[in-house]
């Protein structure tokens, strides 16, 4: 029987905070060099910025960009990469195993958000992990402030005559992993981040600032560590952090496709998490989510790699250059479903990363750049995604799974644009195999919706189907034919295994 929901504008769960369309920039194998930053390349402007890439990124739509890491953030001092570029060090990145050149940094960053546009805002990581409090109070200064102390004057004298106005800060990166450089356990961390948030807020009461969570929800110390975490900063901090990565295991589609529903319980823990250290502590302030990691990532394969291939300090080398299917995208775009559906508490939000590393964007140094199928669902998520969640509460039919149980087969969400009413419905078939008949009832304010502007489709014959260098527009989404409102009900079929964007007016 097909799957149902209703949709009427007077139940929603809360205004998409641009945020949510969020991505990463690690100094990570070739996100920065050869991904965003190639002087000589054909595309290179005359900052060493590749327009195409950057051309890319705008129709991407994302918004905040955390930098500079990442584990790389752990061991980086911020000013090896101000100044002159010759005077800049070449130092071991411990993290990767790799040389970083410093010949992009702070100022190369702010430049190339500047180029994106408006919408492009900086979310900075600090280093907690070799550094304190000492230098970042010294990295705000040097941002933020306006003119006539030593750092600030420094950042005027290197070509910068205006603050870069950082309000959104990563008080670390993933504390609580055994792999992170300079490792903390739970109380250190907590007290540490508290005392950087304390002495930030003396300098600017309005910084926001997120305070690290677990890398993981398989993390040992998962829930604790957040528990000891809020109890020193919760008055301090706005954000917890989340990271999540999801691969398919030993050939288990259907529990790869369901990956949602573990992102779906991850965050409504880390949300109770969260409300209880509040309870406990009789505050009334509420902290949201930054989930400031999350991408399918074949975690499983770059272990392999590295353990095959032990690096040797290159430049940029090739690493975590995963090629997505349309499967991948398909379980992305579910991601995103669930991050809107959670818009309420979710409201920053990266998809890591952003160029070559795990990303939407592929680049051939000095050749071309392409979209992977990944970078489709992301960008009609953020560009139709804006405005106001509805409350979908779907009846559809279920599956077993080996890893996630009995999910449903649809999941779906939808959102209305407050100033035109128009409604955009979000849908995944899990199915692998059937087809999937949907079935919308509009009510209230949705009965107005009187036509199908497009119902967009990224699904294929072969799931397994990418989009590479010799053939970068094999999977592209492409509009379905047949969907139609009679009698105030949204009628469709869902092929298998499909990415659905239904745009109604
Ligand atoms: O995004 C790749 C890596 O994943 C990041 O550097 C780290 O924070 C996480 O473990």
Redesign the pocket.
């Known amino acids: 029987h097909p799957a149902r929901f209703a949709l009427d504008p007077a139940f929603t769960v809360a205004p998409v905070d641009p945020r949510l369309f969020g991505s990463?920039v690690?100094h990570?194998g070739r996100c920065v060099y050869t991904g965003i930053y190639e002087p000589g390349h054909p595309a290179a402007d005359g900052d060493g910025l590749r327009t195409d890439v950057l051309d890319l990124i705008r129709e991407l739509g994302v918004t905040a960009i955390r930098y500079p890491?990442?584990?790389?953030v752990s061991g980086y001092r911020w000013e090896d990469g101000v100044g002159p570029a010759d005077e800049r060090p070449h130092r071991l990145d411990p993290?990767?195993r790799t040389t970083e050149s410093n010949a992009f940094g702070l100022a190369e960053f702010m430049g190339f958000l500047g180029k994106l546009g408006p919408q492009a805002e900086p979310m900075m990581a600090l280093n907690l992990g070799t550094r304190g409090v000492t230098e970042a109070l010294e990295l705000q200064e040097y941002a933020n402030h306006p003119a006539g102390t030593r750092l600030s004057d420094r950042r005027i004298a290197h070509g910068d005559p205006e603050p870069f106005g950082i309000r959104l800060w990563c008080l670390g990166?993933?504390m609580d992993?055994p792999?992170?450089i300079g490792h903390k356990d739970a109380e250190d961390y907590g007290k540490l981040a508290a005392a950087t948030a304390r002495a930030m807020r003396m300098v600017d009461p309005d910084v926001q600032l997120v305070a690290c969570g677990s890398?993981g929800r398989s993390m040992p110390t998962f829930g604790a560590w957040e528990s000891t975490v809020l109890q020193h900063t919760y008055e301090l901090v706005d954000y917890v952090s989340m990271?999540a990565?999801y691969e398919e295991v030993d050939g288990d589609r259907d529990s790869f496709l369901a990956s949602a529903a573990d992102m779906e319980s991850f965050i409504g823990s880390v949300v109770a998490t969260c409300d209880a250290a509040g309870a406990r502590l009789k505050s009334d302030k509420r902290i949201n989510i930054s989930f400031d990691?999350w991408?399918v990532?074949y975690m499983q394969r770059s272990q392999q790699e590295a353990r095959d291939n032990p690096l040797d300090w290159p430049h940029a080398p090739r690493l975590?250059e995963d090629n997505y299917s349309v499967t991948d995208a398909v379980v992305l775009g579910s991601l995103l479903i669930t991050l809107l559906r959670h818009a309420d508490r979710v409201t920053v939000a990266c998809l890591?990363?952003l160029v070559n590393?795990?990303a939407p964007i592929m680049t051939e140094p000095g050749g071309p750049a392409w979209r992977q199928t990944t970078f489709f669902p992301f960008a009609q998520a953020s560009a139709y995604g804006r405005g106001r969640v509805l409350r979908v509460e779907p009846e559809s039919p279920v599956h077993a799974t080996a890893r996630h149980g009995e999910v449903p087969l649809l999941h779906a969400t939808a959102v209305r644009d407050d100033e035109t009413g128009a409604v955009t419905v979000f849908a995944v078939n899990r199915d692998q195999h059937h087809p999937l008949p949907l079935e919308v009832a509009l009510h209230g304010a949705a009965a107005d919706l009187a036509g199908v502007v497009e119902h967009s489709v990224l699904t294929d014959p072969d799931p397994d189907a990418t989009n590479t260098l010799a053939a970068p527009e094999r999977v592209v989404p492409r509009p379905l034919a047949g969907t139609q409102i009679t009698g105030g009900v949204l009628r469709t079929t869902l092929p298998p295994l499909s990415w659905n964007v239904i745009r109604l007016t």
């Not at 890491?69 to 790389?72: Q, R, S």
Request: cysteine-free; overall charge negative.
């Open positions: 990463f690690e990570l890491g990442g584990n790389f993290a990767w990166n993933e992993g792999w992170q890398s990271h990565y990691e991408n990532w975590l890591a990363q590393v795990i």
